[in-house]
């Protein structure tokens, strides 16, 4: 069936220091959003990529979506203790009204 | 109220009782979808609603699952003679209209922490 892998599963990084999580889809997808859920919260939209290509950022967040439309990613320069949480990418596919979540990657960030 | 309010936040249940979570949504939201979502992983899809019409329902994972929004506003999500495995959270999301293949943005409540002993 239609997946949608994130890697890492986990990031443990030095408050300053970049993170990157990777989202890939086995299908072609109509747009991909990603999501951010503190820990005990929900999840919260961050972002929806649409465009082949397309590139957005919000303040340190980057966010990228593939050529191919099938792959995505969000980078954060310079974490801050602020970031903790668990990142999480949805892609919707034409054929469908509902997005599939990734795993989620869980990012801890030391003072 | 101005988010998604599921109600209750938690509930303990025996196995083989029934269960109803309810979700309210943003209001002048059409689409509703609940998710099941395991400690650790993603949410997973279970339903959709565009208003009053139940679209698509193939993440429900077995006939004891049942979901229901008649009005097009609240909806409740049935879990019937409940097992061990149903233990997750379960979320609800609104959203502006969605339709296939263009996908809004959606707002999720807090959740229904249901644990099945």
């Known amino acids: 069936g239609q997946q949608v892998m994130q890697i890492p599963q986990y990031q443990h990084v030095q408050e300053g220091e970049d993170f990157t999580t990777y989202c890939n889809s086995s299908?072609?997808?109509?747009?991909i959003q990603w999501y951010k859920q503190r820990p005990g919260g929900h999840p919260v939209f961050l972002i929806q990529l649409v465009k082949s290509g397309e590139v957005k950022k919000q303040k340190r967040l980057t966010f990228q979506f593939g050529e191919a439309k099938k792959n995505s990613s969000l980078h954060i320069t310079a974490t801050q203790t602020t970031d903790v949480g668990t990142y999480f990418c949805?892609?919707?596919?034409?054929?469908?009204?509902?997005?599939?979540f990734g795993s989620g990657t869980r990012l801890l960030v030391r003072p | 109220g101005a988010g998604v309010s599921q109600s209750p936040r938690y509930k303990v249940a025996k196995r083989g009782q029934d269960v109803a979570l309810r979700c309210d949504p943003i209001s002048g939201h059409v689409s509703l979808f609940w998710y099941q979502q395991a400690l650790g992983q993603g949410p997973e899809f279970l339903t959709y609603f565009q208003n009053e019409a139940q679209l698509d329902k193939s993440g429900l994972p077995s006939d004891r699952f049942f979901a229901e929004r008649p009005e097009g506003s609240v909806s409740t999500l049935k879990i019937q003679r409940t097992q061990q495995e149903d233990s997750a959270v379960y979320l609800c999301a609104s959203s502006f209209s969605s339709r296939r293949g263009f996908h809004q943005p959606q707002h999720f409540g807090d959740g229904t922490r249901l644990s099945i002993l």
């Open positions: 949805a892609g919707g596919m034409d054929s469908s009204y509902k997005l599939i």
């Open positions: 299908t072609t997808l109509s747009n």
